[in-house]
């Protein structure tokens, strides 16, 4: 009994130690795994590519057997310096990128002068609206009165058409009757009735009368 348990034990101790070292093994391929894979990981960010590499890598292998290497045609690339390559790329980058800034900030520029002649026309048509609108109230004004005189000239006449001459050159005589009044009224009259009002006028103001009818005659002449 005391053989079998001596025999027992060093069995067992030397599974220990051979699982021990097969751990040890396989941590150290997980590690080396993970290590490749970190460096894979660097050779991208390298701009650089393992993967697609691969048939270059088989044309190097077969040139190192003397049967195939003259068959087999193989020239090493050199990608230089990866830090400065990926320098230059960025340096280019950033080229094009303040080249873009250049163009948008000329963009922004026309944009504000554009907008500032916008405000400019803007301010032009607000004084032009203005004018405008004192044009339009003045004429409405002046239409206003227009209207009003005409009226009274059409009440005039009709004044004319209901009295005698005799009546009407009386009235139209004195001071505060107007020339331009007298013959706005009698250009809207028949033309025998002006003709007996302005003869009635004359024999009590010849003066008055002879303007009206010169007056008269401006007006039929324009």
């Known amino acids: 009994m005391a053989k079998d348990k001596k025999e027992k034990k060093p069995g067992r101790l030397k599974r220990l130690i051979s ?9 150290l391929i997980i590690i080396a795994l993970v290590y490749v894979n970190f460096e ?9 590519s393992v993967e697609k590499d691969w048939k270059s890598f088989v044309a190097y ?3 190192k057997v003397p049967a195939l290497k003259d068959k087999v045609k193989y020239e090493y690339l050199d990608v230089g310096n990866a ?5 230059k790329l960025i340096e280019e980058r950033l080229n094009e990128l303040e080249l873009k800034s250049k163009q948008i900030n000329s963009q922004l520029e026309e944009l504000k002068k554009i907008s500032s002649q916008i405000k400019d026309e803007s301010k032009q048509l607000e004084l032009e609206k203005e004018k405008f609108n004192a044009e339009k ?4 004004e002046e239409k206003k009165v227009f209207e009003d005189y005409k009226y009274r000239i059409n009440k005039l006449a009709e004044w004319f058409a209901s009295s005698t001459p005799a009546q009407i050159a009386v009235a139209l005589s004195r001071d505060e009757v107007s020339i ?5 009224a009698l250009l809207i009259l028949p033309s025998d009735t002006a003709a007996e009002i302005i ?4 024999q009590i103001n010849p003066t008055k009368a002879a303007n009206v009818i010169s007056k008269i005659g401006e007006v ?3």
């Open 19 to 27: 699982l021990f070292f097969w751990s040890i093994f396989i941590t």
């Open 83 to 87: 830090y400065a390559i990926q320098e």
């Open 40 to 48: 894979f990981k660097r050779i991208k960010i390298l701009n650089l």
């Open 61 to 63: 292998m077969l040139q």
């Open 199 to 202: 003869q009635a006028l004359a």
């Open 137 to 140: 109230k003045a004429f409405e």
């Open 220 to 222: 039929k002449s324009k």
């Open 180 to 184: 331009d009044l007298i013959v706005n």
